[in-house]
């Protein structure tokens, strides 16, 4: 089963205890409370690795102190950390996390994902294409790498 | 035109809803808008369908006219009306270019181009009408010939970019064709004076004063001695050759950089349009479109650019394509992630 693994033995990290936040998680695009960084946090800490059955959250490829937000200026970005140097999921994960975002944040919102500085081999060449918006929206009509996505993303729904 | 002592303004005219997805592209239908001819506007879609929109004489408002579903399985990505109105092509990433004919306002689909491996990402008629050119995602470009009973025939395939092919556009008076590419380049293709194969003649990259990110467009302006294009490195470039050379059969003329726009917008510029009266426009992922035009202060033989006008939220999401009217009409199309098409007028009051 671990044949043929990008990272067969990843570390595994403890779960971030949950805060309380004072307003519904879900986004309500007419409530007058701004978007924070953790509450973009909560939407994605829970997406599954594409080949672990860890979160993202547990594998430590998003950090709550990777996301800057905006909300004045309707901008987050994300750097994530991908587990290994040469991960070849480095472009599904970043998929996984701007499909998300797409769908959880009002339309108004730009959103910048990005391999943190420094995490990854073709880190310039990763980060073009996930800010590619043509080269995205050809990926999320591919029938296999859409369900691809969404069963990584079907654990942050729960 | 003399912008001196006048105050402009880009005044929306419409917001024209139908598409149910991003809408990608827009083309003003040639010889439409004038002489009595109501205007008449194609917009393409992720929602896999081309909208035709027409100008009612009467009221001056724009109406949905046709919609071109079900033959494109995928996004509609760009879409080029033939010079003579008659025929309107149109690329997918469904891996097909279709051609439509305009039989008394019925569109039919009259050819199905099949070649590219993946996405279609650019369709262009040559000026006279007997040449279409597409690109896209496997890197390559594509030459088709129109032969009789709207035969298409593919007499190249150009190979040298090393990445998606993002737009394909011809010289507006001469057979070369221009591709800018995800590769940072733009590629300029000539056909050889004795045998009929197209080769490519220039690669304007970075050092040639070139963008340092994707290039997402390019235009040219009326006389054809100058283009301008657009990229992820956030400026707009203009590049110019010698026209005469040109016009005197030298497909080898090169280009050469004249100025770089940059500090105007500031998230990834998608689409820029030079109108018939010297106008750029350039519409972005920061929701804006600009206006620039060529500045009268500048010194002899340096062309510089001032800008012009500035139309923040110009669309709710990103503003993927502008083009001007092929008319003296002063309209601007646009087209928006927001799912709408928009028609602004440009007015003047000195």
């Not at chain 2, 500031?266 to 992922?285: K, P, Q, Y």
């Amino acid at each position: 089963m671990n044949s043929g693994l990008i990272n067969a033995n990843p570390i595994v990290y403890g779960k971030k205890e949950r805060r309380a936040r004072t307003a519904p998680v879900d986004v309500d695009e007419y409530a007058a409370e701004p978007i924070d960084q953790l509450e973009i946090f909560d939407h994605i800490r829970d997406i599954k690795d594409p080949e672990h059955p860890y979160s993202l959250e547990e594998l430590k490829v998003i950090t709550e102190d990777a996301i800057e937000v905006d909300d004045t200026k309707s901008h987050v970005r994300v750097a994530f950390t991908p587990t290994v140097e040469h991960c070849s999921m480095a472009t599904v994960i970043g998929l996984c996390l701007r499909v998300k975002l797409m769908r959880c944040l009002p339309p108004r919102y730009k959103v910048d994902i990005s391999v943190a500085p420094g995490t990854h081999a073709t880190e310039a060449a990763v980060n073009k294409q996930l800010n590619d918006k043509e080269r995205v929206a050809a990926a999320l009509e591919n029938p296999n790498l859409v369900d691809m996505v969404d069963e990584c993303l079907a654990p942050s729904y729960e | 035109m003399n912008s001196a002592d006048e105050n402009f303004e880009l005044r929306e005219i419409q917001r024209l809803e139908g598409h149910t997805d991003r809408v990608w592209g827009v083309a003003w239908k040639p010889a439409t808008g004038v002489n009595g001819v109501p205007a008449v506007l194609a917009s393409c879609s992720g929602d896999k369908t081309v909208c035709i929109w027409e100008q009612s004489p009467a009221t001056g408002s724009f109406q949905q006219k046709a919609v071109l579903e079900e033959t494109h399985t995928r996004t509609v990505r760009s879409c080029m009306w033939s010079p003579s109105g008659k025929l309107l092509a149109t690329a997918s990433f469904d891996a097909t270019t279709a051609i439509w004919e305009d039989v008394a306002g019925d569109f039919e689909c009259i050819s199905n181009l099949e070649g590219h491996e993946n996405e279609v990402k650019s369709v262009s008629w040559n000026a006279s009408g007997s040449l279409l050119a597409t690109c896209g995602r496997d890197k390559s470009v594509w030459i088709w010939e129109l032969l009789p009973h709207n035969e298409f025939d593919c007499v190249s395939v150009l190979q040298g970019h090393t990445q998606d092919v993002k737009m394909v556009q011809w010289h507006p008076s001469m057979d070369i064709l221009f591709s800018c590419s995800y590769d940072n380049t733009i590629k300029v293709w000539a056909e050889d004076g004795d045998s009929d194969d197209w080769h490519c003649v220039q690669t304007l990259g970075e050092s040639n004063s070139g963008h340092s990110s994707t290039i997402w467009a390019l235009s040219f302006n009326t006389n054809g001695d100058k283009m301008v294009s657009c990229s992820d490195d956030l400026t707009v470039k203009v590049w110019g050759a010698d026209i005469m050379r040109m016009h005197s059969g030298d497909g080898n003329v090169p280009w050469a950089h004249l100025c770089t726009l940059s500090g105007y917008h500031d998230r990834t510029i998608f689409s820029v349009h030079w109108s018939r009266e010297g106008i750029i426009a350039s519409g972005a992922a920061d929701d804006a479109i600009r206006l620039f035009v060529e500045s009268i202060d500048g010194l002899v033989g340096e062309p510089s650019y001032k800008l012009l006008l500035k139309k923040e939220k110009a669309h709710d999401m990103d503003v993927n394509a502008v083009q001007w009217g092929s008319t003296e009409n002063s309209l601007l199309a646009s087209a928006s992630d927001d799912g709408t098409v928009k028609i602004w007028q440009l007015t003047s009051s000195s």
